[in-house]
């Protein structure tokens, strides 16, 4: 049974980061589909998006998050200013293709999710 693989369809960034980190893979992105999606669709380096959704996952960020500026830059107190998806500006078109690529994150981690059970049931 092959791997599922992620490729979205609006290309963007380098999605590997040392060629073992994948921005598609949960353990990565921990869940964080906004952020990888506006990288993705901003051409931003794979160690760049992986780093914020670690940011977004220490600091309790919720899910639908797209930004911060980074953490290191901010006292405690600031730390809370992480931005939501449903407060994000932008036009109607690249609202629709962040949406696309959320919809294609959420598919995949639900097939990679599918495909490790099956190979942890083959006893792999």
């Not at 869940?31 to 914020?52: E, T």
């Not at 940011?55 to 953490?71: L, R």
Request: aromatic fraction near 8%; proline fraction near 4%.
């Amino acid at each position: 049974m092959n791997v599922p693989v992620f490729r979205s369809r609006y290309g963007g960034s380098i999605q590997w980061r040392d060629g073992t980190q994948h921005l598609a893979d949960p353990a990565v992105n921990h869940g964080y589909h906004h952020i990888v999606a506006l990288g993705i669709l901003l051409g931003s380096h794979a160690y760049y998006i992986i780093d914020r959704c670690t940011e977004a996952k220490a600091a309790g960020a919720p899910k639908d998050v797209f930004s911060s500026d980074t953490i290191d830059r901010f006292t405690p107190t600031e730390r809370e200013r992480w931005k939501p998806w449903s407060t994000f500006g932008g036009t109607d078109q690249v609202r629709d293709i962040v949406e696309n690529i959320v919809a294609e994150l959420k598919r995949h981690t639900k097939a990679l999710a599918t495909h490790r059970a099956a190979m942890k049931g083959a006893g792999r």
